[in-house]
């Protein structure tokens, strides 16, 4: 069984991932951070935070 996790960068949507039911915290933060459409906005910039709701979002907050 698995779910769509929406991946945000700075609380705007930019991709969504098909994970397996019960994944971890620290998988699902790995995953958005290796996610070739996330990589563009997090190149050359400092993650100052990600926020991470199983089953439902990542959020990675990101300065320049």
């Known amino acids: 069984d698995t779910v769509e996790v ?3 960068v700075n609380g705007k ?5 098909h994970v397996a039911r019960g994944t971890g915290e620290d ?6 951070l290796q996610d070739a459409r996330i990589q563009p906005w997090t190149t050359g910039k400092t993650v100052r935070k990600v926020i991470v709701i199983p089953e439902k979002l990542v959020n990675i907050v990101v300065s320049s």
């Open 6 to 8: 929406v991946v945000q």
């Open 13 to 17: 949507v930019r991709s969504r991932q």
């Open 27 to 32: 998988r699902l933060r790995e995953l958005a």
